[in-house]
């Protein structure tokens, strides 16, 4: 399967957008079952507990990539909002008639937004307004009888005497969905705020419209940080998209990895996430530049992803800037280090710190927080194998001994090995196409459990599909959770990456940086992949203990892996493979006794499989099943189709200690069966 990616930034160390040839390797003609190979034996052996599940297993990793914050999540609807974008050009805003727009450093709001929006409308008149317009995110949704939230400040030269107009219109102009009058009880001479409500009447959904600022008096005006805000998740201020809060709730993921990925980092060390400047009211943020090459307003910063975690009945896992950025800058490890060590003592400080007695803590209370939120896990950078200066090992074994001195209950973990200290995780990161999931989907079998160094899989994916995966995609990865999920007494904790896509405008320089992600949207809707529906499947049917399994007659094909490249040169092709098509895991819920056996078939024939249940002294008869399949491999969801491959779930007859099941083509079904 080939399939053109591209792919920026991030791990590379070149942000030039190439191309990518993603190869998974030739896999034998059809996928089908040998009709006269015996049938699959998958034995469930319920009085032998191989060890629990881990009840974090399945979390969120999040960063600003793929536009999933501004132009995605965060509610904010105006595309540079506070016009530091470009340094020297008002990009995404445009003028209304004939009045010159540029930027003027000269009259910033403060020293965080120091810049503003200068509109020269001398010429503006009642029959020839002027302003500003903007045209969001690839276009400004609105939905019938919706209220709206402008804010922006302004200031105007003397003389100036009002009113401004704010508006939502169509593209063109024509027409206009909501407006209202802004004007100025003090005068326009100062920087003052203004706030109004902009209502929608019973117009149809559409997202290709405008927001504009207009006036018919002349004037010099000059503006910043101007917002527009629709009904956020919960109504909660400076908030969330609330279909892609739902979508995420319906994964009942545990845990929230922030900031990042290659977000955390930053490029070069000043471009960090650095988490002081994200907190407090968003028009004292400076913002900053994302490692994926745009601009982040920091309106989503440390409050509101911990808000984000509040919502969703999630824990955060904190990753701390470690003093390493994507550029190969670093810091050295010793006193250099030692005001980054503090930084992130004092971000868990404000994550978890008392509010009456700690100074951070104190912050969040004033920043609308003063509850303590849950912390167990705190990870010291982000990919560190790539710092090529072996600096990681002192960085590392520096964070963890401070953290682990004030916090001792914390879990610390690492994104490289280290030899100076033992980390409690290592995070492990996979991205790979089906083939390659498929073939290490026995991987922590085998994993020694001699250590005291837990698995942290914090960023995984079969990359199969653009821009969000198909139902190859979904099959990998379902076979890869078989496996984690097989495993959760050593790992402990994963999450898929990247978990957003802006599907606007897929070409290059457009709205996604790297494919393949799991929710895509647009504008005004959304949708889960194949992948998605694959992980809700699995994070709601785990029950907490693993069942020891043993099988027979698995069906396999042969597979030829790619040759790798290595110091740029093609290396000889690997040896070929025989790659197992039928994978499986079972759990089971102590206090119910109900097993979860997950069988996922990825042959395109269906799959008569026998299954036997030892240790029980019954299976009933009738139970559930909840299966997801496609006619083929390339089936996907997308804008149009959202929901064309999905779960369903039907009752099921016929099972007992020992049944004949047949799996669908291209399948991965969840048998909820009912012991005694
Ligand atoms: O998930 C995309 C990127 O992949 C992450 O930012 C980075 O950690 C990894 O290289």
């Not at 895991?585 to 097993?595: F, L, S």
């Amino acid at each position: 399967m080939n399939l053109i990616k591209w792919q920026s930034g991030g791990g590379l160390s070149s942000k030039i957008l190439v191309p990518l040839l993603i190869c998974a390797g030739a896999v034998a003609p059809g996928l089908r079952a040998d009709t006269s190979a015996p049938v699959p034996v998958l034995q469930v052996k319920a009085d032998q507990a191989a060890g629990k599940v881990s009840p974090m297993l399945y979390g969120l990793m999040t960063e600003e990539i793929n536009f999933s914050y501004e132009g995605g999540l965060y509610g904010e609807l105006i595309r540079n909002r506070t016009f530091k974008a470009n340094a020297t050009n008002a990009v995404y805003w445009s003028a209304v008639g004939n009045a010159p727009i540029s930027l003027d450093p000269a009259t910033p709001l403060n020293d965080a937004l120091n810049t503003s929006l200068k509109l020269d409308a001398t010429g503006a008149a009642k029959n020839s307004p002027a302003g500003i317009a903007n045209g969001g995110y690839w276009g400004i949704p609105i939905r019938p009888k919706t209220d709206y939230h402008v804010s922006f400040y302004a200031k105007a030269a003397n003389g100036f005497t009002g009113p401004l107009t704010v508006a939502i219109t169509g593209a063109d102009g024509k027409k206009t969905f909501a407006s209202a009058e802004v004007q100025s009880l003090s005068g326009w001479s100062n920087w003052t705020k203004y706030e109004v409500t902009l209502t929608t009447k019973n117009i149809k959904p559409s997202k290709d419209n405008v927001f504009t600022i207009t006036m018919t008096a002349p004037g010099t005006i000059w503006f910043q940080q101007v917002s527009l805000v629709p009904p956020t998740f919960n109504g909660q201020a400076n908030g969330f998209r609330p279909d892609l809060m739902q979508l995420m709730a319906d994964m009942s993921p545990k845990f929230l990895r922030l900031p990042g990925g290659n977000y955390l980092e930053g490029d070069y060390i000043n471009e960090r996430f650095d988490w002081k400047k994200t907190i407090g009211d968003s028009s004292q943020r400076p913002g900053h530049r994302s490692p994926w090459n745009y601009w982040s307003t920091d309106g989503l910063g440390l409050m509101e992803y911990l808000n984000w975690c509040e919502d969703l009945h999630m824990e955060p896992l904190l990753a701390v800037f470690a003093g390493y950025a994507l550029r190969h800058d670093y810091i050295k490890p010793g006193p250099d280090l030692e005001p980054y060590v503090q930084d992130a003592l004092d971000e868990i400080e404000y994550v978890t710190g008392d509010a009456a007695t700690t100074k951070w803590g104190a912050q969040r209370a004033k920043d609308g927080h003063p509850a303590p939120f849950p912390l167990h896990y705190v990870e010291v950078g982000n990919e560190d194998w790539f710092d090529r200066s072996g600096s990681y090992d002192g960085r590392f074994t520096q964070f963890f001994n401070a953290i682990k001195a004030k916090y001792p209950q914390l879990q610390v973990i690492a994104t490289a090995n280290v030899k100076s200290s033992v980390p409690d995780l290592i995070d492990e990161h996979y991205y790979k196409s089906q083939e390659e999931m498929e073939s290490q989907s026995h991987m922590y079998d085998t994993r020694s459990r001699d250590t005291k160094t837990k698995v942290f899989v914090g960023e995984w994916a079969t990359r199969v599909g653009s821009p969000t995966p198909n139902m190859a995609g979904a099959l990998g990865d379902a076979a890869w959770m078989c496996c984690m999920e097989r495993n959760s007494d050593l790992v402990l904790i994963s999450s898929y990456a990247p978990l957003f896509v802006n599907v606007s405008d897929l070409g290059h320089g457009g709205s996604m940086q790297w494919p393949s992600d799991l929710i895509g949207y647009d504008a005004l809707t959304s949708y889960g992949s194949p992948s998605y529906y694959a992980q809700v499947m699995f994070s709601n049917h785990h029950g907490d203990t693993i069942l020891a399994t043993a099988s027979q007659n698995i069906p396999t094909v042969n597979w030829q892996p790619h040759a790798k490249r290595k110091n740029g040169a093609e290396q000889p092709p690997p040896p070929a493979k025989t790659l197992e098509k039928l994978f499986f895991d079972a759990t089971r819920d102590r206090q119910t006794g109900t097993i979860f056996l997950k069988v996922v078939n990825s042959l395109g024939t269906p799959q008569p499989v026998k299954i036997e249940i030892s240790g029980v002294t019954s299976v009933a008869a009738k139970g559930v099943a909840t299966v997801m399949k496609a006619a083929n491999r390339d089936e996907t969801n997308t804008l149009k189709e959202p929901k064309k491959i999905v779960p369903v779930t039907e009752k099921v007859k016929g099972l007992g200690t020992s049944f004949t099941r047949t799996f669908p083509a291209y399948s991965i079904t969840i048998l909820e069966l009912q012991t005694k």
